[in-house]
């Protein structure tokens, strides 16, 4: 992305703390270690001689550090026909919608219901149409499959649908290899995939400072294939994890530690990156708010950590609590979103989701692409075009006593301007009456409904479909 | 080309001159309006079919969210130095193609214009005679112009909603001096509402220069 004369930015961490948190960190793996389940693991562990007690394992900190020399720093992801579509480094800055909603906002009705087939298959359709939502991800869990197809089934309904990388993941040790097929068929063979990755895998620890037998098994299944992987490590300030933001940040980043250790005993180089969901408790209702601001600021400081190791990042922001899209769904998203932004959030998970992590919409998903582009518009910063600045086009104001069509203003504003889409109300009073005075969810609805009409704007190649179809139909 | 009676090669020619509207090529339109002239062909069928169909589709496309201000502009601004060109070859001929003859002006105590300004840039575009009189405008001298210069439409806008009130002067001078009926009044800017409009008994008002183009045509049953 062209940046103009400063990228704004925000930070929350010195490096002297950053240091203190990695530091820290270090000596947590080492002297109070990691739980670990998996046996492929546990082996992994074992050939390089690490100490445990039981399911306790203590990760030397010299092991840590050579782990960390061979994670990329940068991944780069394919779409699904395996063009290059998005960079995960430096500051980069992408969004793809919040994963795994298990309920539906249903637009039409306005009920917040279990969500079917149906409803991620016009999710997917209309993710493929927002052009600030570069990736795509599983993010409903719908009932009508067999509860054993519940986490593959959405990778196939993704790809047939939208050509954007996909941020996925495993319920089931045995659903990697029907999703790593689902990917291969949009690929010419494994290395192909590995070269041109078209998926992330979210693996998720259990806080604190534990790596479940089937998260570190999609982890190791991932690195083995090249394919990336996601950490998701999410302490939950005064839960299950210290009440103070920095002892979650730190908590937070022993946990991707001990990620990288499995990713890179697994495989050398495999593509990591570090990512979370953390949350504070809500000490009056007891929930996880991902619209709280504290919650942001762990994620900030996790990210900078992220940055600080030289991985690419993700993290939970862009989201809100409230139950429908409302003016708290806009707030919480839209400062999520803005200080995502800021931090230079790789892979930011959030858009269109609602109600804890629990309910998607495709109204705030709509909603959400408009505050994106102007977040996107944000980073792009002041552009310097040469001086004198003003002087210059003020003298010609005296021709016409206007500067809209001064050639100035045509060369420029399409490039200076985040052109709001409809979503966004700014029509004078009278035209917004007339167009039947609606709400931003009566906009967004319709805007919904207007890209869902239009159908495809990259359709799938046939014999990848039926590839994809014959994948699926011979695991239904 | 030899154009003669082909009526393909006409639509084409005519298409050629709408793209270049579309496209904002001042270059091309001025040059396609000089070869119609050379090319003897009908000049109001060229206006109509070829520089004001270019100008509707830049219409449509800014209704559609395509197209931006800047771009209504300059287009409007082509197709008025097109018509530079066109014009003065009809007169020759005797033909006459201005729709109407149009007053515009921003209010006395008002120094926003370009809202003014766009909707004049789009009238002329589509046929009319504007005299856009600018801004900081005393009603008086407003009403003085459109008996001048024999207007059908007086125009006026008011950003302000202090100054607002001088556009119901403009029709009270107007029945003063008994010539309310000689002229439609139609007003705009952003306090300007439809109860306000009545309360002014002005003819009609418009939200944008689109709208307004479609407005003045609707009064004057072009």
Partial sequence: ??????????????????????????????????????????????????????????????????????????????????????????????????????????????EIRNAIKEDFIRFSKVVEHLQYIEAQSTALIYQDVPKEAQDWHRLFIALTNCYKP???????????????????????????????????????????????????????????????????????????????????????????????????????????????????????????????????????????????????????????????????????????????????????????????????????????????????????????????FAANILKDYEDKEELLSHPSTLKLFRKELFLAGPVIDRQSRDMWKASGAKSTRKRAKEEAFKLLSKGSLRPIDDRVAKELEDVALKHL | MFFGDNKLVQEQFYKEISDAIVNLDKERAIELAKRAIIENMNLLEVIEKGYGDGIRRIGDLWEEGDFFLPELMLGGTIMQESMDILLPELKRSGENINLGTVVIATIEGDIHSIGKTIVGTMLSANGFEVYDLGADVPAEKIVNTAIEKNADVIGVSALLTTTMFGQK???????????????????GGAPVTKSWTEECQADGFASSAVEAVKLVKKLLNK
């Avoid at chain 1, 000596?27 to 562990?45: D, P, Q, R, T, V």
């Avoid at chain 1, 097929?181 to 290395?191: F, K, V």
């Avoid at chain 1, 534990?210 to 090249?226: E, G, N, R």
């Fill in chain 1, 1 to 110: 992305m062209k940046v103009g004369i400063l990228r704004p930015k925000i930070q929350v961490l010195d490096e002297e703390h950053k240091n203190k948190i990695y530091i820290e960190a270090k000596e947590i793996l080492e002297n109070l270690g990691i739980f670990l389940e998996n046996e492929n693991a546990k082996e992994l562990f074992h050939n390089e001689g690490i100490s445990h007690e039981g399911l306790r394992y203590f990760i030397p900190s010299d092991l840590v550090e050579k782990c960390l020399k061979t994670v990329p720093s940068e991944i780069k992801l394919y779409d699904r026909e395996g063009k290059e579509h998005i960079t995960l480094g430096e500051d980069n800055v992408h969004f793809d919608p919040g994963s795994a909603a298990i309920l539906y906002f249903d637009e039409t009705s306005g």
């Fill in chain 1, 166 to 388: 996909v941020v996925t993941g495993t319920f089931r040790k045995e659903s990697f290899t029907i999703m790593k097929d689902l990917l291969l068929s949009c690929r010419r063979s494994e290395d192909d995939l590995a070269r041109k990755p078209l998926a992330i895998f979210d693996a998720c620890p259990s806080p604190p400072l534990k790596w479940s037998d089937l998260t570190t098994q999609s982890l190791i299944d991932a690195a083995v294939s090249m394919i990336p992987s996601e950490f998701v490590s999410m302490p939950l300030a005064g839960a299950s994890a210290p009440m103070s933001l920095i002892g979650s940040i730190t908590q937070h980043c022993a946990e991707c530690l001990a990620g990288v250790v499995i990713g890179q005993l697994t495989k050398t180089g495999a593509p990591l990156i570090w990512g979370g969901s953390p949350a504070i408790l809500d000490m009056k209702q007891g929930t996880t708010p991902m619209g709280a601001i504290e919650t942001m600021m762990i994620n900030l400081g996790d990210v900078e950590m992220g940055k600080f190791l030289k991985m690419p990042t993700h993290a939970y922001m862009s989201l809100s609590d409230s139950k429908v899209p409302d003016t708290q769904a806009g707030f919480e998203a839209g400062m999520g979103a803005l200080l995502a932004g800021l931090a230079g959030v790789n892979m930011v998970s959030g858009p269109g989701m609602l109600d804890f992590e629990s309910t998607q919409s495709i109204e705030k998903l709509v909603i959400d692409n408009e505050l994106i582009g102007m977040v996107k518009r944000l980073l792009q910063g002041i552009e310097d075009y040469g001086s004198p």
């Fill in chain 2, 169 to 187: 002067k403009i029709v009270d001078i107007l029945e003063e001096k008994g010539i309310r009926s000689k002229f439609k009044v139609i007003i």
